[in-house]
């Protein structure tokens, strides 16, 4: 019997599809392989039943979004995870990962976390003012969650976050039966230690799936690319407003005079940090090149 699903994990081999009836493990068909194209956690399938009770994808419907790593696929948005508390999350390493979001087509939400050690106001000001959904939440004490909890209503959310902001304990927050592993942060690194090691979606309701996923350091090279690299500015979305208006065509918007992005810095219509995160982004990027991309393919 064919049926229809939604991935909800894979592991080891296996793709667990929610048909809506059931839950049924599946293997791949080897023309995935051959095709060199993998599912994916959040893919809806096509899948064959068998009478065992477990079954084969057989195909994999068009998708809106995907993540290589982590490997995600029709997420609406990220749920960034920070922190100003011990770890404190790099502004860099949040912006990082807001540019892939936007390159994919993904929204994103900021939610700081541990406001109960520290207000999160100074991380908190800086995507309110880009106009990210920005919320201060503690795992510890339940605050804010029920404001994060109408942000993902009936949405597919992804938390991602540096290790030991707390994403499986406000994950276990929203819906205590999750159980999800968690490890206190070492007070000699000031970082935790990833508890998470594959990507799998849990429901909050029939509407509402969250994902957990593995920390920033996933959102390696894979995503760093030549596609962001093309767009990278306007990935920022408060540069947008000025990106025709500078002197020159083809300016950075790193150090050139005339360039409005500069000025809008200057005058406090942008963050420091993150025109910082994107000059470090830019000289990332800067190597790669379009004809070595097609000589490696």
């Given at each position: 019997m064919?049926?229809?699903?939604?991935?909800e994990?894979?592991l080891?081999g296996?793709?667990?599809?929610?048909?809506?009836r059931q839950?049924i493990?599946?293997?791949?068909?080897?023309k995935?392989r051959?095709d060199?194209?993998?599912?994916?956690?959040?893919?809806?399938?096509?899948i064959?039943?068998?009478?065992?009770?477990?079954?084969?994808v057989?195909a994999i419907e068009?998708r809106?979004?995907f993540?290589?790593?982590?490997?995600v696929?029709?997420?609406?948005q990220l749920?960034?995870?920070?922190?100003?508390?011990i770890?404190?999350?790099d502004p860099?390493?949040?912006d990082?990962?807001c540019a892939?979001?936007?390159?994919k087509g993904c929204?994103?939400?900021i939610?700081?976390n541990?406001?109960d050690?520290?207000s999160?106001?100074?991380?908190a000001?800086?995507y309110?003012?880009?106009?990210?959904p920005?919320?201060?939440v503690?795992?510890?004490?339940?605050e804010?969650?029920?404001?994060?909890?109408?942000?993902?209503?009936?949405?597919i959310?992804?938390?991602t976050g540096?290790?030991g902001v707390?994403k499986?304990?406000i994950?276990?927050r929203?819906?205590?039966?999750f159980?999800?592993?968690t490890?206190a942060?070492s007070?000699?690194l000031g970082?935790?230690?990833?508890t998470?090691?594959h990507?799998e979606?849990?429901?909050?309701?029939?509407?509402t799936?969250?994902a957990?996923?593995?920390?920033?350091?996933?959102?390696d090279?894979?995503e760093m690319?030549l596609d962001?690299?093309k767009?990278?500015?306007?990935t920022f979305r408060?540069f947008v407003?000025?990106?025709n208006?500078?002197r020159?065509?083809?300016?950075?918007?790193?150090k050139?005079?005339?360039?409005a992005?500069?000025?809008?810095?200057?005058n406090g219509?942008?963050?420091?940090?993150?025109?910082?995160s994107?000059?470090?982004?830019?000289?990332?990027?800067?190597p790669l090149k379009?004809?070595?991309v097609?000589?490696?393919s």
């Amino acid at each position: 019997m064919m049926s229809r699903g939604i991935i909800e994990k894979a592991l080891s081999g296996f793709y667990y599809v929610n048909t809506g009836r059931q839950v049924i493990a599946c293997r791949a068909r080897g023309k995935f392989r051959k095709d060199k194209i993998s599912p994916l956690v959040g893919d809806w399938v096509q899948i064959q039943e068998l009478n065992d009770g477990t079954g084969y994808v057989e195909a994999i419907e068009p998708r809106k979004c995907f993540f290589v790593r982590p490997s995600v696929a029709n997420i609406d948005q990220l749920i960034v995870i920070a922190s100003e508390a011990i770890p404190c999350s790099d502004p860099y390493l949040i912006d990082r990962v807001c540019a892939i979001a936007e390159l994919k087509g993904c929204g994103v939400v900021i939610c700081i976390n541990k406001c109960d050690l520290s207000s999160g106001e100074s991380l908190a000001r800086i995507y309110e003012q880009v106009g990210y959904p920005t919320v201060r939440v503690s795992a510890q004490t339940g605050e804010g969650i029920a404001q994060l909890r109408a942000l993902i209503s009936g949405k597919i959310s992804a938390f991602t976050g540096n290790s030991g902001v707390g994403k499986s304990s406000i994950l276990n927050r929203l819906h205590p039966d999750f159980g999800i592993e968690t490890n206190a942060v070492s007070d000699k690194l000031g970082r935790g230690k990833h508890t998470t090691r594959h990507v799998e979606l849990f429901r909050l309701d029939e509407t509402t799936l969250v994902a957990d996923t593995p920390g920033f350091s996933s959102f390696d090279t894979a995503e760093m690319n030549l596609d962001l690299k093309k767009v990278l500015p306007e990935t920022f979305r408060e540069f947008v407003p000025f990106l025709n208006q500078c002197r020159f065509v083809g300016c950075s918007h790193t150090k050139e005079k005339g360039c409005a992005v500069l000025e809008a810095l200057k005058n406090g219509e942008i963050a420091p940090s993150r025109h910082a995160s994107y000059v470090k982004l830019y000289e990332e990027l800067k190597p790669l090149k379009e004809w070595e991309v097609r000589k490696n393919s």
